[in-house]
């Protein structure tokens, strides 16, 4: 059996990242930085389909020292889950959301963007390097607002990391190739999930305009990135690394 870490799974894409990760018989590790009850439920989805879940707390924001007791647990969990001292596939996912035009943007907030979206994935990812199997795969959620087709008012700050996240993967892939291991991002468009203190919900009313800029007509859904992050992942990717792949529905297309 394969064993996946997927960062952030206790809602929105990370849980249906996990789920569908899960559903193609792999192992999963997932975390949580406030949202515990979230990351139960989906241990416990896919318990209920057969499949096995260890869910662990970790601030991918914070200092390093928590990375290094993150993988003496991984550790733990892999020899007492699954007997193995290894694992297979790692999705750096866990996110956090801020918005606002470029003369407006706060230093603390953009400093706390670096931490989440960039400093964090990749300190995470050399702190748990030596564990990560030979012949395995990364997969960097960066996002459509890095790309051209993504670019709208208000997202400098944020746009900005996930380029750097796009930029990452592809030194990653370059370094890590003499061992096999593939890396890869996804950069979903909008989608519909509690980012932003879930603005969908809150405000309902920019949903169609959104569908009305995407050419298959309507808004992304968890599962749409999720199946999308699976099959990298696994053997249907085998031969593909070093990409950026934009999973929009055709966003500004």
């Given at each position: 059996m394969t064993v996946a870490i997927i960062t952030g799974a206790s809602s929105g894409i990370g849980q249906s990242i996990a789920i569908q990760v899960a559903a193609r018989g792999a192992g999963v590790i997932l975390t949580y930085q406030g949202n515990s009850a979230g990351a139960f439920d989906t241990v416990a989805a896919i318990e209920k389909e057969g499949g096995t879940a260890v869910a662990l707390r970790l601030d991918v924001g914070g200092p390093l020292s928590g990375f290094i007791a993150f993988r003496d647990q991984v550790v733990a969990a892999l020899r007492d889950t699954w007997q193995r001292d290894t694992f297979d596939h790692l999705v750096n996912n866990a996110g956090s959301a801020y918005m606002a035009m470029f003369p407006d943007t706060a230093?603390?907030?953009?400093?706390?963007?670096?931490?989440?979206?960039?400093?964090?994935?990749?300190?995470?990812?050399?702190?748990?390097?030596?564990?990560?199997?030979?012949?395995?795969?990364?997969?960097?959620?960066?996002?459509?607002?890095?790309s051209f087709s993504g670019l709208e008012p208000g997202y400098s700050a944020y746009g900005s990391m996930k380029g750097g996240m796009?930029?990452?993967?592809?030194?990653?892939?370059?370094e890590l190739s003499v061992r096999g291991i593939r890396v890869n991002s996804v950069s979903p468009g909008a989608t519909r999930t509690r980012f932003g203190g879930?603005?969908?919900?809150?405000?309902?009313?920019?949903?169609?305009g959104l569908a009305a800029?995407?050419?298959?007509?309507?808004?992304?859904?968890?599962?749409?990135?999720?199946?999308?992050?699976?099959?990298?992942?696994?053997?249907?990717?085998?031969?593909i690394t070093a990409q950026d792949i934009e999973v929009s529905g055709g966003f500004n297309l």
């Open positions: 230093e603390d907030e953009f400093d706390k963007l670096y931490r989440v979206h960039l400093k964090g994935p990749y300190f995470l990812t050399q702190t748990l390097l030596p564990l990560l199997a030979d012949g395995g795969a990364i997969v960097n959620i960066a996002s459509g607002a890095a796009v930029t990452l993967t592809r030194y990653l892939a370059k879930d603005a969908f919900a809150r405000f309902p009313e920019v949903i169609p800029k995407t050419a298959l007509g309507r808004l992304g859904e968890p599962d749409d990135i999720g199946v999308a992050v699976a099959a990298l992942l696994g053997d249907d990717g085998r031969w």
